[in-house]
């Protein structure tokens, strides 16, 4: 799965023109989702713009609109909306597709705000749905049973400021605690802490990320089903 698209300094992550490489390389593409200040969804990583676009502000604080007007990594590329998204793709390869955590966000929100995009135009490709946030999955899941839905984590999912709570919190999830709660269809976990018991328990699809070089895929590739990757062509 093409972590982002297949992109590089031309085509820059979670552009249209990355999307469109991975689809003509005939690899599965992995992307992320975010509510816009208008309740719109758009297709782009960070909580904040400044990495891929010069502006300091977060992405959450713009309309859809707004965010048109930026540049991605100093090409033409625009940050697409999840609509754009699935209408480039259209079915020819299949998704994967990550909500970010979102502050104040529920699960039913977002889940439901998504679908209603699908049904929009109709979409009828594959497609999977991931989050760090267990919970956002499950409530995608309750939507749209017939959706796999699974949870991303690794081994270490607190820094040094966080709260007791959210320490406590990511705990649970980098040991997939909360696996019976949520009841996940895959497991999405960082390939570079490979193996884990909790990973290897686990009983159903396993996903590793982000593989970087054949050599961690060769790694990877012990341990899991299948990888998202970038900056090089993986197996397929």
Request: hydrophobic share 40%.
């Amino acid at each position: 799965m093409a972590h982002r698209g297949l992109h590089d300094e031309k085509r820059p992550e979670n552009s249209l023109a990355a999307f469109s490489v991975a689809m003509k390389a005939g690899y599965a593409i992995e992307t992320d989702v975010h509510f816009t200040k208008d309740g719109q969804i758009a297709v782009f990583h960070d909580d904040n713009l400044e990495r891929m676009t010069g502006d300091k502000r977060d992405l959450k604080d713009l309309t859809l609109a707004e965010l048109k007007e930026l540049r991605l990594g100093g090409t033409e590329e625009r940050i697409p909306s999840f609509e754009e998204f699935l209408a480039l793709v259209n079915g020819k390869v299949p998704l994967l597709i990550e909500i970010k955590e979102m502050k104040g966000v529920k699960g039913r929100e977002i889940a439901a705000a998504m679908l209603a995009v699908m049904k929009k135009i109709d979409y009828r490709g594959e497609y999977a749905v991931q989050s760090f946030d267990p919970f956002y999955a499950k409530a995608y899941k309750k939507l749209c049973p017939a959706v796999p839905c699974g949870v991303l984590a690794c081994a270490e999912m607190s820094k040094k400021g966080d709260s007791l709570a959210w320490k406590f919190k990511a705990h649970l999830l980098s040991r997939l605690k909360l696996n019976g709660l949520v009841k996940p269809d895959f497991v999405s976990y960082g390939f570079w802490q490979l193996p884990q018991k909790c990973v290897t328990k686990f009983g159903g699809t396993k996903l590793a990320w982000t593989v970087r070089s054949p050599e961690d895929e060769a790694h990877a590739r012990k341990y899991v089903d299948n990888i998202i990757f970038e900056n090089y062509l993986a197996k397929k």
